[in-house]
Nanobody, 130 residues
Framework: DVQLVESGGGSVQAGGSLTLSCAAS????????MGWFRQAPGKEREGIAS????????WYADSVKGRFTISQDSAKNTVYLQMDSLKPEDTAMYYC????????????????????????WGQGTQVTVS
């Protein structure tokens, strides 16, 4: 399995920005499909974004569309989540996941499979918006 390490979480005021990073530490390359999920206390894990790392197609959940941007740096085996215009309801533990999918499957994996879309996960990074 790919080992993933998230970083960049922290506390920020509403309207602020944070950039999360997800580094694949045990693989020479990024998996074809990388995704970000989040889980607030007492709630289910919610998929919010995915990116096809060969070509860069991206998908966003409605809850973050227009505010969050997923991107990659293949040379660093890292995927990023730029979060702007943060709201208190964005407070959660954020996780990244990895899987090998075709581009079309990557764009629908979270909607179709939820947390089952990815088999490799990081340990998470906490984001708190007040």
């Amino acid at each position: 399995d790919v080992q993933l390490v998230e970083s960049g979480g922290g506390s920020v005021q509403a309207g602020g920005s944070l950039t999360l990073s997800c580094a694949a530490s045990s693989s020479a390359y990024l998996s074809n499909c990388m995704g970000w999920f989040r889980q607030a206390p007492g709630k289910e894990r919610e998929g919010i974004a995915s990116i096809y790392t060969i070509g860069g197609g991206a998908w966003y959940a409605d809850s973050v569309k227009g505010r969050f941007t997923i991107s990659q740096d293949s040379a660093k085996n890292t995927v990023y989540l730029q979060m702007d215009s943060l709201k208190p309801e964005d407070t959660a533990m954020y996780y990244c996941g990895a899987e090998d999918y075709s581009v079309s499957a990557c764009m629908t994996a979270i909607q179709d499979l939820g947390v089952a879309a990815f088999t490799s996960w990081g340990q998470g990074t906490q984001v708190t918006v007040s």
